[in-house]
Nanobody
């Protein structure tokens, strides 16, 4: 059974940084796409970043390119989302998602493509 547990959320001022972690169990990261999504109040869930277990290719939403980095540590079965230069509009609940799929990423797949989800972690950017 796939289980994803996020951590690392919190409150930060604009311009600050946070690192989110997603610890996966029941899967081998090499066989999966792992993505981070976020959802702000009254907004649709948005794909933020994704990493492929096949070749470590990554994809990002335009809104976070150059500010967020997704990476994985196979030894810890963990995927990280390092967030820099945080903006007010980055405030949301951030979710980790996984789907058993291989290949090179071109963009972040839609939420419907992911079969397993974590419980989410809140990120609040405020001054």
């Amino acid at each position: 059974q796939v289980q994803l547990v996020e951590s690392g959320g919190g409150s930060v001022q604009p311009g600050g940084s946070l690192r989110l972690s997603c610890v996966a169990s029941g899967i081998t990261l090499d066989d999966y796409l792992i993505a981070w999504f976020r959802q702000a109040p009254e907004k649709e869930r948005e794909g933020v970043a994704c990493i492929s277990g096949t070749d470590d290719s990554t994809a990002y939403a335009d809104s976070v390119k150059g500010r967020f980095i997704i990476a994985r540590d196979n030894a810890k079965n963990t995927v990280f989302l390092q967030m820099f230069s945080l903006k007010l509009e980055d405030t949301a609940v951030y979710y980790c998602a996984a789907t058993k799929r291989t290949g090179t990423l071109v963009d972040v797949p839609p939420a419907v493509a992911f079969s397993s989800w974590g419980q989410g972690t809140q990120v609040t950017v405020s001054s």
